[in-house]
Nanobody, 122 residues
Framework: VQLQASGGGSVQTEDSLRLSCGAS????????VGWFRQAPGKEREGVSCIGSNGFTSYRDSVKGRFVVSRDVAKDTVYLQMNSLKPEDPAVYFCAAAGPGVSGFSRAMYDYWGQGTKVTVSS
């Protein structure tokens, strides 16, 4: 199983980016997918997740700005990040868990992809 996050880049404050998560060896439509991020010197933290049933959750600091969604036809999960702020820069990872998982406990996620870097400048 391999997951791959893509779509990172360098943007300015209040800009938007859309991250994508794809997989091989795993059907993302059948599992929960979480987005995590890790800034230099900081712990990896959960950002958002979407269950196989479409249920979504977000950390408080991104509510109203980030939207997680699925494209079932493409078996891809997206993280739309709007109004990016100086506290958002990090390497963003996607991870897969069992279908009923909801939340940001890293221990619940079985598969992790390599991250994609997001840089926000003012």
């Amino acid at each position: 199983v391999q997951l791959q996050a893509s779509g990172g880049g360098s943007v300015q404050t209040e800009d938007s980016l859309r991250l994508s998560c794809g997989a091989s060896g795993l059907i993302l439509n059948n599992v929960a997918v979480g987005w995590f991020r890790q800034a230099p010197g900081k712990e990896r933290e959960g950002v958002s997740c979407i269950g196989s049933n479409g249920f979504t959750s977000y950390r408080d600091s991104v509510k109203g700005r980030f939207v997680v969604s699925r494209d079932v036809a493409k078996d891809t999960v997206y993280l739309q990040m709007n109004s990016l702020k100086p506290e958002d820069p990090a390497v963003y990872f996607c991870a897969a868990a069992g279908p009923g998982v909801s939340g940001f406990s890293r221990a619940m996620y079985d598969y992790w992809g390599q991250g994609t870097k997001v840089t926000v400048s003012s």
